[in-house]
């Protein structure tokens, strides 16, 4: 037989803790209003401090625009605290930096405190960075002027969701996570008009498990000077996939220990230096027409295998695949390298290794676009070959 009161004590409990997760903090009730071109940056932080008071919540951004500024040397300039959901009603809901955001540097919009967080989803909002600069100009362009920067040396930032937002003109990167970062999602994100990098990953030795996957960079006025996912300084990170995502600038990614590299479309690039253990597998990669170099690019790696991709290098000197170490940058070769199945057209060379101990390359297809020489290997040894040319 049920026990009434002891069910009823628990459907108490229950409705309790269901109105605590429900709780939102919809930044119009504490002083900010749409559209008005005034700085909301106060009130959006009443409405946060309200959310970290309670514990957690949802802080909700309603349809509209609102102004975001620094207002001393803050970074980030809205602190996201722990147990945190911003969500909002799409593109619609817009916060927006302040213009005088190209005067100056070190704007990020939104991230973590001193004291890190844990347990944040950031949904369905429209991060707009009000940059004006149309490409790189070095010493000019405030390059540090981000919209979401997770960075901490001294505490945790973990459990971090960021899905189904447009991130869009921003002098610096789109979205950066880095040191005391571990597990962290970008999913289904759409980047456009960035200068520096679209989704820039780093960390340190306690930094792991990274998942970039459903993004996009959307045609825009401005010219990167960056990729559109990057991962550098990663000093130790751990665990990073990037996956089934399509990228109009490069994915540039090295320093990992454990990183996967699967079903992206490229236009551009793929390089990464110093990779131990990578699985590079199931990609499309165009170069660019004006790309002059090899489309791929990997160097000191300790165990990559590269399989199932296809390349394409349209301009006569961009070649295929190149793999190096040994040089005089760093004397230890790159080690145990596998490269399989993979269609490659190129008008310069196929596959070159330069500086490589232990390695395969087997059932490769060197298209007829053009290719200078199928394979050329250069101070490499205990290379075992089985490529098929047509």
């Known amino acids: 037989m049920i026990n009434l009161s002891r069910f009823l004590l628990l459907l108490s409990l229950f409705a309790t803790t269901s109105n605590v997760l429900a709780a939102q903090y919809n930044i119009e009730d504490y002083g900010a209003i749409a559209n008005d071109e005034l700085d909301d940056t106060l009130a ?16 909700f951004i309603p349809a509209g625009i609102f ?4 207002q001393g040397t803050e970074s980030p300039i809205i602190e996201i605290p722990s147990n945190t959901t911003v969500s909002g009603e799409g593109t619609s809901s817009t916060l927006k930096f302040d213009p005088e955001v190209n005067n100056t540097n070190f704007w990020r919009m939104l991230g973590a405190g ?7 989803t950031i949904r369905d909002i429209h991060l707009d960075g009000s940059n004006t600069f149309m490409s790189y100009d070095k010493g000019k362009t405030p390059e540090q002027n981000y919209g979401v920067f997770f960075y901490n040396t001294k505490a945790t930032i973990e459990n971090v969701t960021i899905h189904d937002c447009l991130v869009e003109n921003f002098s ?15 999913r289904d994100v759409s980047l456009r008009n960035f200068v520096r990098q679209g989704i820039q ?9 990274y998942l970039v996957t459903g993004c996009q960079d959307l045609e825009g006025e401005v010219k990167s000077a960056g990729s559109t996912i990057h991962v550098e300084h990663a000093d ?6 990037i996956t089934n995502n399509r990228c109009s600038q490069s994915i540039l990614a090295g320093g990992v220990d454990g990183i996967i590299i699967s079903n992206n479309v490229i236009q551009g690039r793929l390089a990464g230096n110093g990779n131990l253990n990578a699985v590079i597998t199931g990609n499309f990669i165009r170069g660019r027409d004006d790309l002059k170099r090899f489309v791929v690019q990997f160097g000191y790696s300790n165990g990559l295998i590269f399989k199932n991709n296809i390349i394409i290098g349209n301009h006569e000197e961009a070649g295929g695949i190149y793999v190096w170490g040994s040089s005089r940058y760093r004397p230890e070769p790159s080690r145990n390298v ?4 993979n269609l490659i057209q190129v008008r310069g060379d196929g596959i070159q290794l330069n500086g490589v101990d232990h390695g395969s390359i087997s059932n490769n297809i060197i298209s007829p676009v053009g290719a200078k020489t199928n394979i050329v290997q250069k101070r490499s040894q205990n290379i075992r070959l089985d490529t098929v040319a047509p």
């Open 67 to 70: 102004i975001v500024s620094r």
């Open 236 to 241: 130790g990170l751990k665990g990073v996939q």
């Open 201 to 209: 990953m780093g960390g340190d030795s306690g930094s792991h498990d």
């Open 338 to 341: 596998l490269i399989a199945d």
């Open 172 to 186: 610096g990167d789109c979205i950066a996570m880095s040191k005391g970062c571990r597990n962290m999602t970008v």
């Open 44 to 59: 959006i932080r009443k409405a946060f401090s309200a959310c970290e008071e309670a514990d957690g919540g949802e802080v």
């Open 114 to 120: 001193p004291t890190g967080c844990q347990n944040v």
